[in-house]
């Protein structure tokens, strides 16, 4: 008989039965990658920007242009939220609005060179972060962080988020 396998999940060590894995990976992924992502976010480099606008503002540069509505989409916004997300982000210079090109009624939303700049830093700052945090951690987990990376992205890609 195999002997069983031991995963922490959080402080506590599991122990998982052949053919387990498979029904808890889902839950221990997710829950890895929203504490992950939660505490990153809470890194604001000193702006006046909300995590919802910087997530936002993220988007937007990823983009180019991008119109409000497909914003509002990706970011799980409702239009009231979104419109005054809007107004801040215009106001503190982040962002643009300006008319679509290709359909002169429409709206796109661009980001400002300071807005590029606020993303920019955020990025560069957090990645400072987790790169320090992995040299933290014992060489084998660092190791399996970092093997783990091609699939994470195979994963995200297959779940067709940006």
Known sequence: MPEPQFQSVG???VTLSPGEPESVS???LRAAVLRLSRRLRTIEVGSSLTPAEFSAL???VRAGQIR???LAQAE???PTMLSRMLARMTSTGVVTRGVDPRDRRAVVLRPTPEGRRRHQELRDVRARLLEAALEQL???SRQAVLEALPGLEALA???GQP
């Open 11 to 13: 402080h506590s060590p």
């Open 26 to 28: 889902g839950p221990r």
């Open 58 to 60: 993220a988007t937007i």
């Open 68 to 70: 409000p509505s497909v």
């Open 76 to 78: 799980g916004l409702n």
């Open 138 to 140: 014992p060489a084998a």
């Open 157 to 159: 890609d297959l779940l």
